[in-house]
């Protein structure tokens, strides 16, 4: 794996000072790759890691899916717990975390397990929650493991999202932050404004929003069929998510 690597840190970091992320390069440094659909740009956990955490703290992505931000833990010497459902992402993030460089000393546990019910990890343990939930089922990541939170329809969604911000809360230590980053979506020409009733579950199970951070997305350029219906049927394509950041 090392072999193939180009390059282990990116060559334009900036810490982001600003509510509005914009990464047009999404970052191609270490084993990191756009392959897996859906998946952040490294940028993102990179500054959600340097900014809310340190070097030998322990962090938690329950939605490890590409692997992109147990990868970047590595890099920056934070130990890291990613949990998912399924066995695609699993392999995934072993392949992608399964490389050796000298600067690179945080430690990597990957676990099959249902971000609803982490009762393997113990209450208040861990520094910094730092992850990317599906987006109700604008993708589907599986047919049919039943614990896979993409194959529900946006109500459904929002009620699971309830156990995952309570799972969320108990595991993360006092005084310590969550960031995810969600996305909305459009159901017969309206908005449903998905990352804000995520927002709120959040709140309710007792955290506190420190950020709202709009990342903008480059992946959503008007052309060819979407722009027609764009047009046609009078909608704005969605160039945006949300990123919050809670403390608990």
Same mark, same amino acid.
């Given at each position: 794996?090392?072999a193939?690597?180009?390059?282990?840190e990116p060559?334009?970091f900036?810490l982001?000072?600003?509510t509005?992320?914009?990464f047009?390069n999404?970052?191609?440094?270490a084993?990191?790759?756009?392959k897996y659909?859906?998946?952040w740009?490294?940028?993102?956990?990179?500054?959600?890691?340097l900014?809310?955490s340190k070097?030998?703290?322990?962090?938690?992505?329950?939605?490890?899916?590409?692997?992109?931000?147990l990868?970047?833990?590595?890099l920056?010497?934070?130990?890291?717990?990613?949990?998912?459902?399924?066995?695609?992402?699993?392999d995934?993030?072993?392949?992608?975390?399964?490389?050796?460089y000298?600067?690179?000393?945080g430690?990597?546990?990957?676990?099959?397990?249902?971000?609803?019910?982490l009762?393997?990890?113990?209450?208040?343990? +861990?520094?910094?929650?730092?992850? @990317?939930?599906?987006? #109700?089922?604008?993708i589907?990541?599986?047919?049919? &493991? /039943?614990e896979?939170?993409?194959?529900?329809?946006?109500k459904?969604?929002?009620?699971?999202?309830?156990?995952?911000?309570?799972?969320?809360?108990?595991?993360?230590?006092?005084?310590?932050?969550?960031a995810?980053?969600?996305?909305?979506?459009?159901?017969k020409g309206c908005?449903?404004?998905?990352?804000?009733?995520?927002m709120?579950?959040?709140e309710?199970?007792g955290?506190?929003l420190k950020? +709202?951070i709009?990342?903008?997305? @480059?992946n959503?350029? #008007?052309?060819?069929?979407?722009?027609t219906?764009s &047009? /046609?049927?009078?909608?704005?394509?969605i160039?945006?998510?949300?990123?919050?950041?809670?403390?608990?």
């Amino acid at each position: 794996m090392s072999a193939k690597v180009k390059k282990w840190e990116p060559d334009d970091f900036e810490l982001q000072m600003t509510t509005h992320w914009s990464f047009p390069n999404r970052g191609d440094w270490a084993t990191h790759d756009a392959k897996y659909r859906g998946n952040w740009s490294p940028y993102i956990p990179r500054n959600i890691i340097l900014r809310y955490s340190k070097e030998n703290d322990l962090v938690l992505d329950q939605f490890a899916g590409g692997g992109t931000t147990l990868v970047e833990a590595k890099l920056l010497n934070r130990d890291i717990i990613g949990v998912d459902v399924n066995d695609a992402a699993i392999d995934r993030c072993k392949e992608k975390t399964n490389f050796e460089y000298e600067n690179a000393n945080g430690k990597v546990y990957i676990n099959k397990g249902d971000a609803r019910d982490l009762n393997f990890i113990p209450d208040s343990s +861990i520094d910094l929650i730092c992850t @990317h939930p599906p987006y #109700a089922d604008i993708i589907k990541y599986s047919e049919n &493991i /039943k614990e896979d939170l993409s194959l529900l329809k946006v109500k459904d969604f929002l009620e699971e999202m309830k156990k995952v911000a309570a799972e969320s809360h108990r595991v993360l230590k006092k005084d310590k932050f969550c960031a995810i980053l969600m996305g909305d979506t459009r159901q017969k020409g309206c908005m449903i404004p998905m990352s804000f009733e995520v927002m709120k579950i959040f709140e309710n199970a007792g955290f506190k929003l420190k950020e +709202i951070i709009i990342k903008e997305q @480059h992946n959503c350029k #008007a052309t060819g069929y979407w722009k027609t219906n764009s &047009i /046609k049927y009078n909608f704005l394509l969605i160039a945006h998510e949300y990123l919050f950041v809670f403390k608990k």
